[in-house]
């Protein structure tokens, strides 16, 4: 039998070796630092800077931030790490700041922290030194106007940890206004994020039903659209969705109503920021069209549309004047339609903007051609009432280099509403592992977009053109660093890996579609391919969920209860006669999701009615159009069963679950539940058992 192969490193005991690197105005100069000795180590232990502190130990909480700096290209290059995860020879050959090296000698603080205090950001001893340092990385790089930072640890970005950074670059503008403005845009839900994540993991239809925008076959009747209907059930296409999830409140700067400072006449710069969790906004003025001058930061030349569509992580500047008379309403309406809020200028008689049409739930067609026109234009073509991002008409204030060549890599954005899994290419990032670019490589990311759905796709850390096909002058193409990739749809994004070795998350920036695993990790490493000296960050997210409902009706009950994590389930089913003697149904079993279609399983079934066993038992799901589901299952013992099963959504409260068997030795078996939803939680129910007859009830969800 052959041995597994041992690198030779194994066997050499790494040495400690000398450190350097500038600090405080000096170079230091430290000996014998053990290879696997952390910076956050070094400083506090080694140094006696205890400014920096130790928090989660993990890379995660920020509390360890400092800021390193290298040369590249002539210039600084400036970046906060993660201390207590970066190795102290990492450092080498390089520039570290700490939270106790900002402020001057004479005590005077340095204009971060000056923000800091004016903006009472101020938190705990632990968390505050590390916005800093986040902050001071920013600064220094001269990030160009408006910012948002906002929390990627589990759902807290939903609870409220985002805000507004505003840098102002070292060249001042030529650009004159009398106020500056930062609106943050967010949606806000009075349910635990947690509790949000496992209702759609669960596939219920809550959200949809609590925003008025359930699909159902008598809806689509009453709208016109059944054939529509029935052939996207044919499909196996599920129906289009604007937004997840039914907010209770939309917010500007944490308000429901704001009022925007200025006299009349005078002209306001809104830089707006899409904080939202999972919504997208349309922008409208009673003022008139919109006036763009900035995108995620970066300067463009005027633009002006008369709606705006911002997706989440975007960022707009607008210029804004207000009238000579009356107030007048900045509204940002959420894409679904379930609601809006709105900033107000001026004073005296109100003059409100005009929003868009609220979406019909069952014009999937029309949307999606509207799309396509959109996209490719015909000349003439009239402005759309909901209309995508304004990309096509976005063009950089000054010209960027063009690269000469690209690497093309190919993302394809793909989901399963059904369970409510999303992600890159149909598999997780940590199954994929990250994609490896050279420093100083350009890649092209081709983002193909097959599912029903928008997608704001956010890279962390860079820049990136967007390249439009065909464009007259690539010089031009607007830099972001989000991009709305539409449904069924492609968008080109192209950057260079000029901002550091490491890892840098490439994301959808729908919370719920990232915590669900629509992520990937770009790796960038030295010029030769040097891996960093970490292991890859891939992020991974809680995704273990637990749900179960119980069916008590006056003839039977049943009950469910399922344990899932990704493509993997544990699932109990269990049926009972509510009289005795009736008999039980039981079966234990793991479930593997293989595909939209395909489901396999293996468990232990317990049957005490007529023909029934106990014993292992395996089998296949697969799903047929107009979403009817086929089982096929043996057990030991000999008996094999064949099932059918399809739900229908009659109504926006009303469904009903059919359901038929046969089994060689249990005979054939039918049954149906009638549900009325009532509440999140709870629904009235009607069924009928071939086995145990008809009965009445309630079902309860937990």
């Known amino acids: ?28 100069n430290h000996g014998n630092v053990p290879p696997d000795r952390t910076l956050l180590d070094l400083l506090r232990e080694d140094l006696r800077l205890s400014a920096t502190k130790e928090g989660c130990a993990a890379g995660d909480c920020g509390a360890c931030t400092v800021v390193v700096a290298e040369p590249v290209n002539g210039q600084l290059h400036y970046r906060a790490v993660n201390s207590c995860i970066k190795p102290a020879h990492a450092i080498d050959g390089m520039a570290l700041w700490t939270a106790a090296d900002l402020s001057q000698a004479n005590g005077e603080l340095h204009p971060v922290q000056l923000s800091m205090v004016a903006c009472h950001g101020s938190q705990c001893g632990f968390c505050t030194p590390g916005f800093v340092m986040s902050l001071f990385a920013l600064y220094q790089r001269t990030l160009a106007q408006g910012e948002s930072v906002d929390s990627h640890t589990a759902h807290q970005e939903q609870r409220g940890i985002y805000g507004a950074i505003v840098i102002e670059p070292r060249q001042a503008t030529n650009l004159k206004t009398d106020h500056d403005q930062a609106i943050v845009l967010s949606d806000w839900t009075n349910e635990d994020p947690n509790e949000v994540q496992r209702t759609l993991q669960r596939g219920s239809d809550w959200y949809a039903l609590r925003k008025g925008a359930a699909q159902s076959l ?13 052939d996207r059930e044919k499909a196996l296409v599920p129906p289009m969705d604007f937004g997840d999830v039914a907010y209770d409140a939309f917010l500007m700067n944490g308000q429901r109503r704001l009022q925007l400072p200025g006299r009349p006449g005078e002209t306001i710069r809104v830089r707006l920021i899409n904080a939202g969790a999972a919504t997208y906004f349309y922008l409208d003025a009673a003022t008139g069209p919109l006036r763009i001058i900035a995108a995620d930061g970066q300067d463009v030349k005027a633009l002006e549309t008369k709606r705006l569509l911002i997706g989440p992580a975007e960022c707009y500047d607008i210029l804004v004047t207000i009238p000579r008379a009356g107030t007048w309403e900045l509204r940002a309406t959420a894409q679904d339609g379930s609601g809006a809020v709105s900033a107000w200028l001026g004073a005296g008689e109100t003059h409100a903007a005009v929003g868009p049409p609220k979406p019909n739930p069952y014009g999937m067609s029309d949307y999606l051609m509207s799309i396509l026109d959109q996209l490719d234009p015909e000349p003439g073509v009239q402005s759309f009432d909901r209309p995508l991002s304004p990309y096509a008409s976005l063009r950089a204030a000054q010209p960027q280099a063009v690269p000469a060549s690209a690497r093309e890599v190919t993302l394809k954005l793909s989901g399963d509403m059904v369970r409510y899994v999303w992600s890159f290419d149909g598999i997780s990032a940590e199954e994929a592992g990250p994609i490896k670019v050279r420093r100083d490589e350009t890649i092209r990311v081709k983002l193909v977009n097959n599912t029903m759905m928008h997608h704001p796709i956010h890279f962390h850390g860079h820049f990136f053109r967007l390249v439009t096909p065909e464009e007259d002058d690539p010089s031009t193409a607007p830099l972001k660093h989000t991009v709305d990739v539409p449904p069924m749809s492609t968008r080109l994004i192209e950057f260079t890996a000029n901002e550091g070795d490491g890892d840098w998350l490439l994301h959808c920036h729908l919370l719920y579609h990232h915590v669900s695993g629509m992520m990937r990790v770009i790796r960038v490493t030295g010029p030769a391919g040097e891996e960093p000296p970490h292991e890859p960050m891939l992020h991974e997210k809680e995704s273990r969920f637990a749900w179960g409902e119980a069916t008590l009706t006056s003839a039977f009950h049943q009950a469910s209860a399922t344990l899932r994590q990704g493509n993997h389930d544990v699932t109990l089913d269990w049926l009972q ?16 999701y293989v595909s939209q279609r395909w489901t396999w399983f293996a468990g232990y079934r317990v049957d005490t009615m007529m023909g029934g066993d106990k014993g292992l038992v395996a089998g296949a799901t697969y799903r047929l159009p107009y979403f009817i589901d086929v089982t096929f299952s043996q057990q030991s013992g000999g008996e094999s069963r064949l099932a059918l099963a399809k739900s229908l959504q009659l109504s926006d409260r009303l469904s009903l679950h059919l359901s038929l068997q046969h089994g060689r030795h249990t005979g054939t078996a039918g049954g149906a539940m009638l549900n009325c939803t009532l509440t999140k939680e709870t629904s009235l129910s009607l069924g009928y058992s071939s086995e145990f007859g008809t009965g009445g009830g309630l079902t309860l969800r937990f």
């Open 218 to 230: 008598f809806g689509a009747w009453q709208a016109g659209h059944l054939g529509e209907y029935l």
């Open 1 to 28: 039998m052959s041995k597994t192969p041992v690198s030779p490193l194994k066997s050499v005991p790494l040495q400690p070796s000398a450190l350097r690197f500038w600090h405080r105005g000096q170079i230091l």
């Open 577 to 592: 006669g509510a009289r005795a003697g009736d008999g039980h149904e039981g079966l234990l079993a793991y479930r593997h």
